[in-house]
């Protein structure tokens, strides 16, 4: 007498990463540091959450890719900026009580 069983295949699971949105960094640059490429960064942040609601996982990297590098522009841009601003308030200071 024989029995025969029938075990399941083990599945393979591709395990996809889901893209970051870099939603709270576009924010920050948005007020903080420069506002023109923190809005743009905050634009594609959104594009990537409606691209994952979707089930687009390649729009949604090229997205969150946009996403970053707006951001870090933002950020770079911002951050001197910040500086001239300091440097001159410092100078303009120094300046009048040089006088």
């Not at 996809?16 to 948005?30: A, G, K, L, M």
């Not at 634009?43 to 590098?69: M, N, P, T, W, Y």
């Amino acid at each position: 007498m024989s029995v025969s069983v029938s075990v399941p295949r083990e599945t393979q699971q591709s395990s996809v990463e889901v893209p970051s949105t870099y939603y709270c960094w576009s924010v920050f640059n948005r007020w903080c540091c420069c506002w023109l490429f923190g809005r743009e960064a905050k634009k594609h942040s959104k594009e990537v959450e409606r691209c994952i609601a979707a089930g687009d996982l390649l729009g949604a990297q090229k997205a969150s890719e946009s996403a970053f590098s707006y951001n870090l522009a933002a950020l770079i841009i911002g951050l001197i900026l910040w500086v001239i601003i300091v440097c001159l308030y410092v100078f303009q200071v120094y300046y009048r009580i040089q006088n």
